[in-house]
């Protein structure tokens, strides 16, 4: 369910970024992108992990009805208390934070009003919390068409008419909407939000953000690595190269979008009530990864394949030069779609030291790759860099929990990701390098690709039921 509507969520997102390329060119993307980054790294240093370990801490309570209502109410107070200390400090650090982002405090106005985006983010953050940690898979399927759609008729005329002066008042209504949707479907849950006690919702409150205080420490470290390497390569090689950054960034966080929050809308909910049972946990990983190799495969192929016709065809002609830059990317999708279903357990677990070094470590490998590679590469470094790091950190979290929770690949696991990997480096070798008919090798590699998956995925689900359910 989650899949089908990401789906319709990316054809969505293609046609906003489109507009977006033809009304604001590349600045125009760079600028979005640095005001996002912006955003998220405060949302994530005043969310204090509530969007993770308030997941977790409902799915735990779900089968007692007592405790799931104070949990849930806990989680509702604190997402405002949260929102409203982080729309204060954005207005009073505004031109701090522009010359931080900026190198100049021209732009400080405009984040002071991006402050009115970050309350109802972080607002729909709480409500969206609640529908995950309770599996309400169809609300949330429901309230992200909602926003996704609005952000689409509302950017087009704003953006035709203003152009870049209308970038701050659709990040306002957008998010506004983002809140107003997930707090009707929350409202349409049979759990009422009661009145706490300061000292319970204190207590409570200090015990599920003390659990997230590592995670959160791994989502600042994450946003502040975007956040420098945007800034290295606007003050190398300027803010239009940000914007073809931004374009294979995009492409293949579509898909990325696709895979991961698909897979941690009811993943890490289930993973978190067995997160004690390691002999489940084993399963239930091996299980999850198993379909990831087998969905993923066709997607990256395709991606290697059409990295250029996509670029020019989402985007314009001018951003086709950042084809090489997304295969490279692309090749990295691999390693981290698999990494993070390990990576999951940690969070489930309560391991929030361990996943802070992991991800950390991570990071640092990214940026030092970026480091050493961008005099020779490039803009190219920078997709170069992002497979390496994920290489590693595949490794690094695969051991850990090799350690912890005596975590093996199953067999079928192994050969399968051995011929994915395969096929993919022979694709983008040819794509990449070779001067072969890339009209064979295409036509070649996405047959063998889908034939596989198709063949694999009959055997977990039958298609043919399943297609059969579908037209009725």
């Known amino acids: 369910m989650f899949g089908g509507a990401q789906i319709v969520n990316i054809l969505i997102g293609i046609v906003r970024n489109k507009l977006i390329a033809i009304f604001l060119g590349a600045m125009g993307m760079g600028l979005i992108s640095m005001y996002q980054s912006t955003l998220d790294l405060i949302k994530s240093m005043a969310s204090l992990g509530l969007d993770t370990t308030g997941v977790r801490e409902i799915s735990v309570a779900s089968n007692n009805k007592k405790e799931l209502v104070f949990t849930v109410s806990v989680i509702h107070r604190w997402s405002l208390i949260l929102a409203m200390s982080a729309t204060i400090i954005c207005i009073i650090l505004s031109s701090q934070i522009s010359i931080w982002a900026f190198d100049s405090e021209s732009y400080s106005t405009h984040i002071a009003w991006l402050a009115i985006s970050l309350f109802f983010n972080i607002l729909a953050v709480g409500e969206l919390v609640i529908l995950q940690g309770l599996r309400q898979i169809g609300y949330m399927i429901k309230s ?143 299980e999850q990864v198993y379909i990831i190799l087998i969905i993923s495969l066709p997607v990256i192929i395709f991606l290697l394949l059409a990295s250029k016709l996509l670029l020019s065809l989402l985007y314009s002609a001018n951003f086709e030069t950042a084809y090489t830059l997304l295969n490279w990317r692309t090749i990295g999708i691999f390693f981290k779609v698999i990494s993070w279903a390990l990576s999951f357990v940690l969070l489930a677990r309560g391991k929030g030291l361990m996943f802070f070094i992991s991800d950390t470590s991570y990071s640092i490998i990214y940026l030092v790759c970026i480091y050493i590679l961008f005099p020779y590469y490039q803009l190219d470094s920078v997709g170069i860099a992002y497979m390496i790091a994920y290489v590693s950190y595949l490794l690094i979290v695969y051991l850990l929990i090799r350690k912890l929770f005596g975590f093996r690949w199953t067999k079928s696991n192994l050969t399968t990701a051995g011929f994915c990997l395969t096929l993919i480096v022979l694709t983008f070798y040819f794509v990449q390098y070779s001067s072969v008919n890339i009209f064979l090798i295409g036509f070649l590699s996405i047959s063998v690709s889908l034939g596989y998956s198709l063949y694999k995925l009959n055997q977990v689900v039958q298609l043919k039921d399943l297609f059969h359910k579908i037209r009725i």
């Open 144 to 286: 992200g068409l909602i926003w996704n759609i609005s952000a689409l008729i509302f950017l087009t005329p704003l953006y035709y008419t203003f152009g870049i002066d209308a970038i701050i008042p659709v990040f306002i209504i957008v998010s506004i909407i983002t809140y107003l949707s997930t707090l009707y479907y929350r409202k349409k849950i049979n759990v009422n939000i009661v009145s706490i006690p300061f000292h319970q919702l204190l207590t409570k409150g200090k015990f599920i953000l003390r659990i997230g205080f590592f995670i959160v420490l791994a989502a600042i470290q994450t946003q502040i690595t975007l956040f420098v390497v945007r800034s290295m390569v606007i003050n190398r090689i300027g803010l239009e190269q940000l914007g073809l950054l931004q374009a294979a960034w995009t492409i293949t966080n579509v898909y990325l979008t696709l895979i991961l929050k698909s897979m941690s809308a009811d993943f890490y909910p289930r993973l978190s009530i067995i997160s004690f049972d390691n002999r489940k946990i084993r399963k239930l990983i091996n």
